[in-house]
C-alpha cells in the first residue's frame, strides 16, 4: 500500500524587508487516491466514509465535489497514471490546508507532474498550479500573505516522495519555504499531535502578529479594497 503519513519539519524564511524565520512539527497524509476509501479501514480514528479524528472528505480538495478526486486531477493534468496527495486531512473536525501536493505519476510510477493547491485565509480561496520536474519559475498569481505583495515569481522544487518527502518553494531573495518529512506507517499514533489544522491556522496568525510587530509592511488582498 502507498498510503502512508509523513512527519517532520516546515520552515519558513524571509530576508526583506524584515528577516524572520520559524520552523514548526508537522504530519501530513499521503494518499494514493486509487486506495481509498479502504486505506484507512482498520486504522483506528481514520475514515474516507464518515466523521472521525482524522477524515479524508471529497469536498475538501481540488475540483468538483460530484467528481471522484483521482478524476479531476487527471483531467487537470492530462495524465491517466496513480495520483498521490500530499495533504492534511480533516482532523477534529477541522480542514486547512495552505498546500496540498498531487503527484501524478506515469504507468511505469515515473513523476509526471505535481498539481499543487494553494489555499489563503481568512478568504478560503484556492488557486493551483501544474508543475513538471524541471519547470520555470512561476509568477504569482494568487494572495496568500498580506505581508508578500504580488510582484513575486516562484521557484518549485518537488522530486518524488521516497522514504524521505522535501519540497521547496522560493522567491528569491525575499522568502523561501521547505518542507522535510520522513515516511511512517499509517497509524493513530501521529494523532497524538492533535488538531493539526487548528495548529497550522494558528500558527499563521501568530506568525503574522510577529511580522507586523517587526514593521512590515501590509499588502491588502487586491481585488478585496475598495
Known amino acids: 500500500m502507498n ?3 509523513y512527519e517532520g519539519i516546515v520552515h519558513h524564511s524571509r530576508t526583506r524587508p524584515v528577516e524572520h524565520a520559524f520552523s514548526y512539527k508537522v504530519w501530513m497524509a499521503y494518499l494514493d487516491l486509487g486506495e481509498l476509501p479502504e486505506a484507512f479501514d482498520g486504522v483506528r480514528g481514520f475514515s474516507a466514509r464518515r466523521p472521525a479524528l482524522a477524515r479524508f472528505k471529497r469536498s475538501d480538495y481540488y475540483g468538483d465535489p460530484a467528481m471522484p478526486l483521482i478524476d479531476a486531477v487527471r483531467e487537470r493534468t492530462g495524465t491517466d497514471g496513480p495520483v498521490r496527495v500530499l495533504t492534511n486531512l480533516r482532523t477534529f473536525g477541522h480542514i486547512f490546508n495552505p498546500a496540498s501536493f498531487y503527484y501524478c505519476f506515469d504507468r511505469d510510477e515515473n513523476l509526471d507532474c505535481v498539481l499543487t493547491e494553494i ?7 484556492r488557486h493551483s498550479y501544474v508543475l513538471g520536474e524541471d519547470s520555470p519559475p512561476v509568477d504569482k498569481a494568487f494572495h496568500v500573505s498580506p ?3 504580488m510582484d513575486h515569481s516562484y521557484t518549485w522544487d518537488l522530486p518524488a516522495p521516497g522514504d524521505t518527502l522535501r519540497a521547496a518553494i522560493t ?3 525575499v522568502f523561501e519555504a521547505r518542507l522535510a518529512l520522513r515516511r ?3 497509524s493513530p499514533t501521529v494523532l497524538r499531535h492533535g488538531p493539526m489544522s487548528l495548529r497550522v491556522l494558528a500558527g499563521i496568525y501568530g506568525q503574522a502578529v510577529r511580522l507586523k510587530l517587526k514593521g512590515a509592511p501590509y499588502f491588502p488582498h487586491p481585488e478585496r479594497t475598495a
Open 3 to 5: 498510503t502512508c503519513v
Open 119 to 125: 489555499t489563503n485565509t481568512p478568504w478560503g480561496e
Open 147 to 149: 505581508f508578500m505583495h
Open 171 to 173: 522567491a528569491a531573495p
Open 184 to 186: 511512517r506507517e499509517l
